[in-house]
């Protein structure tokens, strides 16, 4: 067994477990009193690493990253962006289309995508060749087994677009879905946009 050293006993003694020795420590462990102690590990971990609490607890953060992690499979919650665009040469509302056919005018098979699993939608990203002013911008979705979005948003919030050519981004707090429903996203703006790009952010829950 590896050697393991305990460091700051009582008159900064040093004591040694030996290659030969078993070490086992019973109830909690408490390791260092600041961030200033370290940890260093020769030793190669030979179990599961678990935490006691889930969905609590980061491993790194902003200031200290690790550098490179090695995984043969990740499951996780992850952000993925989804980009749209259309043009459209009046201010009525519009559902955006993911293909570059089909009508923006009311949801259809082009204005829906499909839930792989269940997630949530993040933030929309806005721009338009010409500024529209006030525009509320929609999230809509609908169960499996139904022909078209929900007309009815499930949440809208709005952005004042005074500048065109600018993006402009909408955060969403309860757009949640689950998988296998359609969603889409409805624009409408209070004035004329033109040429208008939109990325979608949704954070998709791909844990098993």
């Known amino acids: 067994m590896p050697t393991i050293k305990l460091t700051g006993l009582s008159g900064g003694r040093t004591t040694t477990v030996g290659t030969t020795d078993d070490a086992i420590v019973d109830g909690s462990l408490t390791i260092g009193d ?49 980009s749209a665009k259309y043009r459209r040469e009046d201010s009525t509302l519009q559902y955006i289309r993911w293909d570059s056919t089909g009508s923006n005018s009311n949801p259809g098979v082009n204005n829906k995508l499909i839930a792989p699993v269940n997630g949530m939608l993040l933030a929309i990203s806005v721009r338009a060749t010409l500024a529209p002013g006030q525009t509320a911008i929609g999230f809509h979705k609908a ?16 952005v004042n677009m005074t500048t065109k050519d600018t993006v402009y981004q909408v955060a969403f707090s309860n757009a949640s879905f689950s998988a296998g429903e359609i969603l889409g996203v409805s624009i409408n703006p209070a004035n004329t946009p033109n040429d208008t790009n939109v990325m979608c952010t949704f954070l998709f829950d791909w844990a098993l």
Do not use: C
């Open 34 to 82: 600041a961030d200033t102690d370290s940890i260093v590990v020769n030793a190669e971990f030979d179990s599961h690493l678990v935490p006691d609490d889930s969905n609590t607890y980061d491993l790194g953060e902003p200031a200290k990253k690790w550098r490179k992690g090695y995984f043969d499979e990740v499951i996780a919650k992850m952000p993925q962006a989804k």
């Open 143 to 158: 169960g499996n087994g139904s022909s078209n979005l929900n007309t009815t948003a499930v949440e809208t919030q709005s």
